[in-house]
């Protein structure tokens, strides 16, 4: 079955830099566009950023523009996030989703990696 897996998490200092990747296997990767969200315990999931099937097309969330860059890779079936200046709010549990570029909602998403930042 579609398999979404995230890695890249971790601990890092307030004003240090992650790169999270989300690497897609059994899925023509081409034909869906990719988002990444986060959770916090007791909170509802927020949407950050999801980019276009041909990588043409972002749209970030206030809360990480101008910190956080999306990109994909089709080529190696991978989604990447950049995560500069991260603040002790961005904690939480990072997900990425897989949405089929015909459809308003994502099919699959990933087990989840943890980012933690220390203050």
């Known amino acids: 079955q579609v398999q979404l897996v995230e890695s890249g998490g971790g601990l890092v200092q307030a004003g240090g830099s992650l790169r999270l990747s989300c690497a897609a296997s059994?899925?023509?990767?081409?034909?869906?566009?990719m988002g990444w969200f986060r959770q916090v315990p007791g909170k509802e999931r927020e949407s950050l950023v999801v980019i276009s099937w041909s990588g043409t097309t972002t749209y970030y969330a206030d809360s990480v523009k101008g910190r956080f860059t999306i990109s994909r890779d089709n080529a190696k079936n991978t989604v990447y996030l950049q995560m500069n200046s991260l603040k002790p709010e961005d904690t939480a549990v990072y997900y990425c989703?897989?949405?089929?570029?015909?459809?308003?909602?994502?099919?699959?998403w990933g087990q989840g990696t943890q980012v933690t930042v220390s203050s």
């Open positions: 059994r899925l023509t990767f081409g034909d869906y566009a």
């Open positions: 989703a897989a949405r089929h570029f015909t459809l308003r909602t994502y099919d699959y």
